[in-house]
Antibody
Framework: EVQLVESGGGWVQPGRSLRVSCGVS????????MHWVRQAPGKGLEWVSG????????DYGDSVKGRFTISRDNAKNSLYLQMNSLRVEDTALYYC????????????????WGQGTLVTVSS | QSVLTQPPSVSATPGQRVTISCSGS????????VSWYQQLPGTAPKLLIY???KRPSGIPDRFTGSKSGTSATLGITGLQTGDEADYYC???????????FGGGTKLTVL
């Protein structure tokens, strides 16, 4: 069974940093691209970032470009999102999502999702 | 403001058919495949449709997808109360080099 478990969320003041993680099991992690998608309270989905299977391809949404960094450790079956210079508008539930395409690059389709980790940015 | 445009809400009665539209532009829907997600209250989204009209294993054929030009449509037949959820369209945007979503459509089954 595919499982994605996010951790590391919490409350942080504006301007500070936070790193969230996603541990996965049930599939060959190093074969698949991975993504972070967030959802602000009561709002819709927003794609944050994607990373190819070998970390050779990385993209970010415009709202986080230059502030967030995605990375992965294939030996540890883990995905990370380093969030710097956090803003109030970054408050959201952050989902880790697996890409459906096993070629290693991302298709942009997310066939498995974690339950999310809540990041609250507030003074 | 979302890049893709969806109606905020739709409603129908059990057993009926409903469609949800998703409108974009030449840089997203017009040149890339579309996906659809269902988000039941309090849960993570679930992939319903990818590549415009393909269903992952386990998704019933009551759910169908189509695309024409810069618009896409999700169809749901034989509506059930358990279909009450938020539905999102998504696709790659070539100009933005990223995935974009619609604002979501809340389906109410009366």
């Amino acid at each position: 069974e595919v499982q994605l478990v996010e951790s590391g969320g919490g409350w942080v003041q504006p301007g500070r940093s936070l790193r969230v993680s996603c541990g996965v099991s049930g599939f060959t992690f190093h074969d698949y691209a991975m993504h972070w998608v967030r959802q602000a309270p009561g709002k819709g989905l927003e794609w944050v970032s994607g990373i190819s299977s070998n970390s050779g391809g990385i993209d970010y949404g415009d709202s986080v470009k230059g502030r967030f960094t995605i990375s992965r450790d294939n030996a540890k079956n883990s995905l990370y999102l380093q969030m710097n210079s956090l803003r109030v508008e970054d408050t959201a539930l952050y989902y880790c999502a697996k890409d459906i395409d096993g070629s290693g690059y991302y298709s942009g389709y997310f066939d498995h999702w974690g339950q999310g980790t809540l990041v609250t940015v507030s003074s | 403001q979302s890049v893709l445009t969806q109606p905020p809400s739709v409603s129908a009665t059990p057993g009926q058919r409903v469609t949800i539209s998703c409108s974009g532009s030449s840089s997203n829907i017009g040149s890339n495949y579309v996906s659809w997600y269902q988000q039941l209250p309090g849960t993570a989204p679930k992939l319903l449709i990818y590549d415009n009209n393909k269903r992952p294993s386990g998704i019933p054929d009551r759910f169908t997808g189509s695309k024409s030009g810069t618009s896409a449509t999700l169809g749901i037949t034989g509506l059930q109360t358990g279909d009450e959820a938020d539905y999102y369209c998504g696709t790659w945007d070539t100009s933005l080099s990223g995935v974009v979503f619609g604002g979501g459509t809340k389906l109410t089954v009366l």
